[in-house]
């Protein structure tokens, strides 16, 4: 079975903030892809990043970087320098065989 | 734009009436999805289809089911629409160069009373 667990309900910063999020899974498979998504408040599910579980290199994009640790099955999602458009709920999720499995999700509210 | 559609955007129905809502793609993806989201439970997969006729259950699929007769149509029916299926339905597609990343259409928005 798979499970993903965001600890963080809610997290709420002034702008400018640095954000973390965090993200931790289970899974027995050796293949696997880990997601964020993010869902503003108009509702839709953005696709933010992909990364398969072969590929521990960080990723920076913009002011978003991911920090993939498989020795302690994390994926860490952080913002830079927040800005009131991040506030929003932030999924992590995780599958293999083509089946997503969501955490719970952290909502970000950024206040000016 | 994962070129998805959902149909109906909202929708109020009453207890014990059927419901259909719809998934349209585009780009002919094989994969095709259902889900629901709803407070404290973040999204659960309902059912899901791998290809034309071929679906199976996700982990909520009670009192839902689904049919693909085309490779860009997939149907979701609540066949006596309850109050608990009040919930926000997702359809999804998987696609990317390896055909591993989920994108998800608009939601559709379910009130049943």
């Known amino acids: 079975a798979q499970k993903v667990t965001q600890a963080q309900t809610e997290i709420s910063v002034v702008e400018k903030e640095d954000v973390t999020l965090d993200c931790v899974y289970e899974?027995?498979?050796?293949?696997?892809?880990l997601f964020w998504y993010k869902q503003p408040p108009s509702g839709e599910l953005v696709f933010l990043i992909r990364?398969?579980?072969?590929?521990?290199q960080n990723e920076i994009s913009g002011r978003y970087s991911w920090n993939f640790q498989k020795s302690t099955s994390s994926f860490n999602f952080t913002i830079t320098a927040s800005q009131v458009v991040d506030s929003a709920v932030y999924f992590c999720?995780?599958?293999?065989?083509?089946?997503?499995?969501f955490g719970a999700g952290t909502t970000v509210t950024v206040r000016a | 734009d994962a070129g998805i559609t959902q149909s109906p955007r909202h929708k109020v129905t009453e207890t014990g009436t059927p419901v259909t809502l719809r998934c349209h793609q585009t780009?002919?993806?094989?994969?095709m999805y259902w889900y629901r989201q709803d407070p404290g439970h973040g999204l659960r997969l309902i059912h899901y289809?791998?290809?034309?006729?071929?679906?199976d259950k996700g982990e909520v699929s009670d009192g839902y089911s689904v049919s693909r007769s085309k490779t860009e149509d997939f149907l979701l029916t609540l066949e006596s629409a309850t109050s608990s299926q009040t919930s926000v339905y997702f359809c999804?597609?998987?696609?990317?160069?390896?055909?591993?990343?989920?994108?998800f259409g608009e939601g559709s928005w379910l009130t049943v009373v």
């Open positions: 999720a995780l599958t293999n065989d083509y089946k997503l499995s």
């Open positions: 899974t027995r498979d050796t293949t696997y892809y």
């Open positions: 990364r398969n579980s072969f590929d521990e």
């Open positions: 780009e002919n993806h094989r994969y």
């Open positions: 289809s791998y290809g034309v006729k071929d679906t």
């Open positions: 999804a597609i998987a696609a990317g160069i390896s055909g591993n990343t989920i994108y």
